[in-house]
């Protein structure tokens, strides 16, 4: 049954094409082809292991092959694997709706399952826009979001996307909307204050002229992820709600990367305590165990669909595996997990000697800036340091780095020139410990060699 090295490669060569891979480069980069995980490790087929320095992709939560969560699906699975939510219901998606209300900042009221943050994001956008119609307010139609935004991969969340890499080869056949910078302190020519008073005058300006079209503002909360980990000034957030609240525009928040404790926080919204009309949820969720994502609302935001057949209120949307008996499970068992072992607490707690270790990678001539909230660290190079000059895009210096980390046993992925580490939460101090002393000695050789 085993299949060497070798032999998978020529097949991931002939038949697999992977996602956001050049697959030219990829094929002839020695790439990493997995056969089982254990904690906070991946372990590849030619038997190497390497710590899963961005949790598969800013999933897991407590390791990988964790018992409690291998058994809830084991358990399930002897019930049923899955039956449709379309027109009836399942005990497990009925009792994860439960826990997700009671975890959610207070506003949100109801669940609706998809398989994955992009899809979360298009229900909240078509729920945000029939909500108006619903009301009778049908002339607000348009979204406003953020430049440099990543809100998922599907066309919807696309036009609200703005990461031009990803984004801009798509333009035609995307829908319009307003955008407005997100703070970037670093990037700023001022203090930080002053980025966040430009941005709010900013986002205040497009609000006071075309409000009456907006049916909602889409955010990602307190960090914009795949743009580049840039996390907020303190006071940003809550401003932002202010002003939805002023103007009359629903308030969407995309906590699929921020969700769960990756903050310090169950949710990024609470370090500024926001209520969302709308909230999307993905990562995490299951423990980076199966695909499960929801979008949770406020009961206005339910009630206005809610009538009789014949009113045509019904929200037209679904997927084959929505509610995923397997998937809510593993999710339900996750998030007992969460509080019986205190995992935002221990956020907390190792995300301060984190900040105290990322001190000394201010000290090396080409990282410019280091962002950090949380479990989530972003580390931002420069050609020169001084003048904030960045690297240019076909040296794929981040690529370097990472190439070398992987190298030195640490998997994880650049954002540009930006190095990112977005370990499983459960990550001891120790193991943390070892993850930087290969960062660091990646950066350094890379850029300093
Ligand atoms: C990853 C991500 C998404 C998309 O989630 P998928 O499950 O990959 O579709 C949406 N928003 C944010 C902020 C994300 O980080």
Redesign the pocket.
């Known amino acids: 049954m085993s299949q060497s090295y070798q032999e998978l490669l020529e097949k991931n060569e002939k038949y697999l094409w992977n996602p956001f891979t050049q697959m030219k480069e990829y094929l002839h980069d020695n790439p990493i082809i997995i056969e089982r995980g254990q904690g906070v490790k991946l372990i590849d087929v030619r038997g190497n292991e390497y710590y899963d320095g961005n949790a598969s992709?800013?999933l897991n939560v407590f390791g990988h092959n964790r018992k409690e969560l291998n058994e809830a699906i084991q358990q399930q699975l002897e019930q049923i694997a899955h039956s449709t939510l379309l027109g009836m219901a399942n005990v497990p998606s009925i009792l994860l709706a439960e826990r997700l209300v009671q975890l959610a900042p207070q506003s949100l009221h109801k669940v609706f399952y998809s398989d994955?943050?992009?899809?979360?994001?298009e229900i909240g956008l078509k729920m945000a826009f029939l909500y108006w119609k619903h009301r009778g307010r049908p002339e607000k139609q348009t979204f406003l979001s953020m430049k440099n935004a990543?809100?998922?991969?599907?066309v919807g969340?696309v036009s609200v996307g703005g990461i031009s890499m990803f984004h801009q080869a798509f333009d035609r056949l995307l829908f319009p909307t307003e955008k407005v910078s997100y703070p970037y302190p670093y990037r700023f020519p001022g203090t930080v204050e002053e980025c966040r008073e430009s941005c709010l005058d900013e986002l205040k300006q497009v609000l006071e002229e075309k409000s009456e079209q907006i049916a909602g503002l889409i955010v990602?909360p307190m960090v914009q992820?795949?743009s580049g980990i840039i996390v907020m000034p303190d006071g940003f957030l809550s401003e932002v709600e202010r002003l939805c609240r002023r103007y009359d525009v629903l308030l969407l928040v995309?906590?699929?990367?921020?969700g769960f404790g990756r903050t310090g926080k169950m949710f990024a919204c609470e370090h500024e305590g926001i209520q969302p009309d709308i909230m999307?949820v993905?990562?995490k969720l299951t423990g980076g165990y199966l695909?499960v994502?929801a979008t949770l609302t406020s009961d206005e935001i339910y009630d206005a669909f809610y009538g009789d057949h014949a009113e045509g209120k019904t929200f037209f949307h679904g997927h084959s595996y929505t509610g995923n008996q397997l998937g809510c499970s593993v999710a339900l068992a996750n998030l007992e997990l969460y509080e019986r072992e205190n995992v935002i607490e221990h956020v907390q707690e190792v995300s301060k000697s984190l900040a105290a270790w990322l001190k000394e990678f201010e000290q090396l001539s080409h990282v410019g800036d280091v962002r950090q909230l949380g479990l989530i660290v972003g580390i931002e190079l420069v050609r020169d340091k001084e003048r904030k000059e960045p690297y240019d895009f076909e040296e794929a210096i981040g690529v370097r780095v990472c190439r070398r980390a992987k190298e030195l046993g640490l998997l994880t992925r650049p954002l540009d020139a930006v190095i990112t580490l977005i370990p499983p939460l459960i990550t001891t101090k120790k193991e943390l410990r070892e993850m930087l002393m290969i960062l660091y000695q990646a950066i350094s050789e890379v850029t300093e060699g």
């Open positions: 992709v800013w994955s943050g992009a899809e979360a994001v990543y809100h998922g991969d599907t969340a990602e992820g795949a995309d906590e699929v990367a921020t999307m993905g990562k695909p994502a």
